[in-house]
């Protein structure tokens, strides 16, 4: 693992960027996290300072990566993990100024809260063992922000130091977990046209793996998921880059959907 200081380092470069909308480059040694477990440790001393700089509290989790469609076009073949603070969730409708935004994206997602804490002691968890822990689920929107120099060469380490991508979500009603929930099927739409269509399970097989997978891996990193906590599972669709103006529409069936602009 990285020193104490040196992922502190990284976690304020990292922090300096999103701030102040500048991109991010690969970061010099010994700052570089070498591999998901130095990049997990700078995500959490990163979020430690947004979240000191009015972000809000942890209020749950991204998950990105799970679908062959997401991995194909990042070039990544497993899931990754990011953190996703309080003032960044939003109520369907809302309006979101693009120019807070290097360069925004969208993605389709199905939210799961839980309704209660995800004990280390149970796992390994598998899309059965951890459906008992989801209180409701919610349609959503990802924010997602392309803040690199270029995000197919700076490396997965720093995309996950970075909480890969992540700048935010929008979710609707929550509702009942579905029977056969991944046979849902989910469509995004932008200014009224179809530019995606999906289905849940796209989402390695079923949207609970992918709960499932994030609980392991918060479990092997000394975490837990908890009581409360909104879990985004992974977009059905490719990300789409949006414009000021652009009014986006997330619409997943029986789940409800989303909607949001960008001014």
């Known amino acids: 693992m990285m020193s104490p200081e040196n992922a502190l380092t990284a976690a304020c470069e990292l922090y300096s960027a999103r701030l102040n909308r500048r991109p991010i480059s690969r ?12 990049a997990y440790q700078v995500q959490a001393v990163l979020n430690g300072k947004l979240s000191g700089a009015g972000f809000g509290h942890l209020a749950g989790y991204k998950i990105g990566c799970t679908t062959a469609v997401m991995q194909a076009y990042l070039g990544i073949p497993s899931p990754c993990g990011g953190g996703i603070l309080s003032s ?18 969208v993605e389709c997602e199905i939210a799961a809260r839980l309704g209660a804490d995800v004990p280390a002691a149970g796992a390994p968890y598998d899309r059965v063992s951890i459906a008992r822990f989801v209180d409701a689920l919610m349609p959503a929107a990802e924010i997602v922000d392309d803040r690199y120099d270029d995000w197919r060469t700076i490396g997965t380490p720093i995309l996950i130091a970075d909480n890969f991508f992540g700048a935010g979500c929008v979710v609707g009603e929550a509702v009942g ?73 997330m619409d997943l069936g029986p789940l409800g959907s989303v909607a949001l602009n960008f001014e």
Do not use: Y
Request: glycine share 12%; charged share 20%; net charge negative.
């Open 88 to 105: 960044t969730v939003a109520p369907s409708g809302v309006a979101l100024n693009h120019a807070n935004f290097r360069h925004p994206g």
């Open 27 to 38: 970061l010099p040694e010994p700052f570089l996290p070498m591999g998901e477990d130095e």
């Open 177 to 249: 977990v579905p029977d056969a929930l991944e046979e849902i099927a989910g469509a995004m739409l932008i200014n009224g046209e179809v530019v995606g269509r999906g289905r849940a399970s796209d989402v390695l097989g079923h949207p609970f793996e992918a709960l499932a997978w994030l609980a392991n891996q918060l479990i092997r990193q000394g975490k837990e998921l908890g009581a409360g906590d909104l879990v985004l599972t992974g977009s059905v669709v490719q990300t789409n880059w949006v414009a000021a103006g652009d009014r986006v529409v």
